[in-house]
């Protein structure tokens, strides 16, 4: 019997991540320019945005198959292996009602599903933290009550250059982009703790906005025990300038965790955008 941790590609882990680390991942089908894609299977990361910059179709996202995770569940309960499933935020996307009745479905209760309420970094927290308790002999219950816990202190900050993207999916209207764009408005959003996305600022210009991102990271108290991921899509010119205004307010990231966002996200806040996640010390 083994611990078989589980998550979707809405975490950004890369190929060789996922080896390393001896977790699944349910790849996310897309749908781009009249081809089928697998997120992270045969789209990469760089291949999608050198796409998304020359084409003016928008990328879909749709969820696996259920087939998918009825493979994942059986094989688990005709071995006696328990799941761990850490997903992206049920907000975003309707894959947990599709893993829950795939559950049901199995009829095997050793399947522990987890709402990550979190995206790309958020959700790379939380795995890798599960990975570390598995290895050092840890119960599923034990990882699954310490991840449920970990879940509400991840903190999130992004922004993005362009409101087109939000436009295309749905997430925004035009005359609201038009209204911010002719006052060169810049959202900084964020993620509560349900998982919904909140904007929490609207700068005037993308580094007065990455400035604000800096300014609340620094009076927040980052819990070292735990990495911190600057994030960016396609291009991290604007990721640099976000740490180099991290750097003034006495925030000294590891710039080797540097990381591009995948496809999933990289679909609706468009090329060098930029953000980063951590762990709060206090909840």
């Given at each position: 019997?083994?611990?078989?941790?589980?998550?979707?590609?809405?975490?950004?882990?890369?190929?060789?991540?996922?080896?390393?680390?001896?977790?699944?991942?349910?790849?996310?089908?897309?749908?781009?320019?009249?081809?089928?894609?697998?997120?992270?299977?045969?789209?990469?990361?760089?291949?999608?945005?050198?796409?998304?910059?020359?084409?003016?179709?928008?990328?879909?996202?749709?969820?696996?198959?259920?087939?998918?995770?009825?493979?994942?569940?059986?094989?688990?309960k005709e071995n006696g292996d328990d799941v761990i499933l850490i997903m992206l935020s049920s907000t975003l996307s309707g894959m947990m009602q599709t893993a829950y009745l795939c559950r049901d479905s199995v009829e095997y209760d050793r399947i522990f599903i987890i709402d990550s309420v979190s995206a790309t970094a958020g959700i790379r927290l939380l795995v890798d933290n599960a990975v570390k308790m598995r290895d050092e002999g840890r119960t599923a219950e034990e990882i699954v009550a310490e991840t449920e816990k970990l879940k509400k202190r991840i903190?999130?900050?992004?922004?993005?250059?362009?409101?087109?993207?939000?436009?295309?999916?749905?997430?925004?209207?035009?005359?609201?982009?038009?209204?911010?764009?002719?006052?060169?408005?810049?959202?900084?959003?964020?993620?509560?703790?349900?998982?919904?996305?909140?904007?929490?600022?609207?700068?005037?210009?993308?580094?007065?906005?990455?400035?604000?991102?800096?300014?609340?990271?620094?009076?927040?108290?980052?819990?070292?025990?735990y990495p911190v991921f600057?994030?960016?899509?396609?291009?991290?010119?604007?990721c640099y300038i976000m740490l180099e205004k991290l750097d003034e307010h006495g925030v000294h990231v590891d710039k080797d965790l540097i990381s591009n966002i995948g496809p999933t996200i990289g679909s609706y806040v468009g090329v060098a955008a930029t953000g980063i996640v951590y762990i709060r010390k206090n909840g």
């Open positions: 019997m083994s611990i078989r941790i589980v998550t979707d590609s809405g975490s950004d882990f890369e190929q060789t991540e996922i080896k390393s680390k001896n977790i699944e991942v349910i790849p996310i089908p897309i749908s781009f320019e009249g081809k089928d894609y697998l997120d992270g299977v045969d789209l990469s990361k760089n291949e999608f945005f050198e796409l998304l910059e020359k084409s003016e179709d928008f990328p879909k996202t749709a969820q696996p198959s259920p087939s998918v995770y009825l493979d994942i569940f059986q094989s688990a903190r999130i900050y992004a922004t993005f250059p362009t409101l087109n993207y939000l436009v295309k999916g749905g997430r925004l209207s035009r005359f609201e982009a038009s209204a911010a764009a002719i006052a060169r408005i810049k959202p900084v959003i964020t993620v509560d703790s349900d998982g919904e996305v909140l904007v929490c600022h609207k700068g005037v210009g993308l580094r007065r906005s990455i400035d604000y991102m800096a300014q609340k990271v620094a009076e927040e108290q980052i819990d070292e025990n600057p994030l960016y899509s396609g291009d991290p010119c604007n």
